[in-house]
Every structure is written in structure tokens, then in C-alpha cells.
């Protein structure tokens, strides 16, 4: 079982719906919880972070954690074709600054 | 403000050769991690410093190793380089623990 599970995709989302990423992961001393966008040839980009249960929400990005059931999520408002990337989950123990990523999520989004 | 800066971007080496990969975090950041990106693997755990010491440690051979200077500027090295070493080597940074990392934008390396 990977640490870090994610659906691999491709995910297509029409333009203006949610688009809805999930990650589940194994380690239950994980703390922190990361959410990374990577385009096609760029490196990842930090888009939302998350430590406590619940729901955290930034713009349109509204990332979700249940620690009881091991599981992170991403929701995507009203997307835009520019949000069409790779979406890496990616969590971290208490006391270790190690990220561990999942393979990724890549989504689509049809105009 | 200026980001995680990293050279080269492209490297070509030999088999046998070694490289040394640098890595510039943003101004005020102390901590400095190195990421190995393939196809097959995804994004894996090289290892990470803080105010000049190794903190955490990837499973990767000893062929691979790391340092980082008093102004937080980190190098990885890697001896003996293999054919199953081209990949994008990322490095980032975090101005605090526990907090999100700023990637670089890497260096891809291509071992021949």
C-alpha cells in the first residue's frame, strides 16, 4: 500500500463546474497536509496547506481533512481551463520536515 | 521577491561522472529540502537541512549527499552517477517547520 494514494486520472471537469480531488493516506502520525499544482514541465507549486479537521477554503480552492478517516480532498470552484494540471497530495509527520507525495491527480478542464 | 533559485537548469553527464547541483532559497528561509522527480517514482524524499545540518534522510544510496552553507544556500551531490539517475531534482525551501515548501524550478539531469 503507497503511503499516499491517489486517484492518477485523467480527470475532466467542464469549465465553471467543481472539480473534486481526493487523497488518502497511511500515516497516521501525519501532521500537515499539502495540496501542489504542476503544470506540464514546471515544477510544483504550493496552493493550499491544511493541519487541523475540517474545511479550509482560499479563493476557489477549498481543501478538506479528516484525520479519523485518513483522508484530504481538494474542491475546485468555477474551474478555469488554466487549472487544468497535475494535483500532488502531500503530507507530513510531526517532527520529520519530509514530504511525502502522492503519484497525482491530473485533471482537465473542458471549455 | 525572489523565489527558490536553482542551477543548472539542464545537465548532460557520463556514467561514472558526478554532478553537483545548486540550490538558493528564498531570503529568510532556513530550511532546504531536495526532491528526485521521475516518471516511474514521482516525487521523492532526498533529504533536508536546517542552519547547516542534516535534519531528515531519504532512502536513497550513499552516492547521493548534501550539504548546506551559513547563508542557508544548499548543494547536492551525487557520485557515481547511473543511468537511473536522470530526473528532475527540485530543491525547496520553508521558512518555518511544518510550513508549506517553495519549490525551485530544478535541474533536469540526463545521465548517458
Known amino acids: 500500500q503507497k503511503e499516499v494514494e491517489q486517484n492518477s486520472g485523467p480527470l475532466s471537469v467542464p469549465e465553471g463546474a467543481i472539480a473534486s480531488l481526493n487523497c488518502t493516506y497511511s500515516?497516521?502520525?501525519?501532521?500537515?497536509f499539502f495540496w501542489y499544482r504542476q503544470y506540464s514541465g514546471k515544477s510544483p507549486e504550493l496552493i493550499m496547506s491544511?493541519?487541523?479537521?475540517g474545511d479550509k477554503e482560499d479563493g476557489r480552492f477549498t481543501a478538506q481533512l479528516n484525520k479519523a478517516s485518513q483522508y484530504v480532498s481538494l474542491l475546485i470552484r468555477d474551474s478555469q481551463p488554466s487549472d487544468s494540471a497535475t494535483y500532488l497530495c502531500a503530507t507530513m509527520a510531526g517532527g520529520n520536515e519530509k514530504l511525502t507525495f502522492g503519484t497525482g491527480t491530473r485533471l482537465t478542464i473542458i471549455p | 521577491k525572489a523565489g527558490v533559485t536553482q542551477t543548472p537548469r539542464y545537465l548532460i553527464k557520463t556514467r561514472g561522472q558526478q554532478v553537483t547541483l545548486s540550490c538558493s532559497p528564498i531570503s529568510g528561509h532556513r530550511s532546504v529540502s531536495w526532491y528526485q522527480q521521475t516518471p516511474g517514482q514521482g516525487l521523492q524524499f532526498l533529504f533536508e537541512y536546517f542552519s547547516e545540518t542534516q535534519r531528515n534522510k531519504g532512502n536513497f544510496p550513499g552516492r547521493f549527499s548534501g550539504r548546506q552553507f551559513s547563508n542557508s544556500r544548499s548543494e547536492m551531490n551525487v557520485s557515481t552517477l547511473e543511468l537511473g539517475d536522470s530526473a528532475l531534482y527540485l530543491c525547496a525551501s520553508s521558512v518555518r517547520d511544518r510550513g508549506g515548501y517553495t519549490f525551485g524550478s530544478g535541474t533536469r539531469l540526463t545521465v548517458v
Open positions: 491544511i493541519y487541523s479537521n
Open positions: 500515516d497516521r502520525g501525519s501532521q500537515s
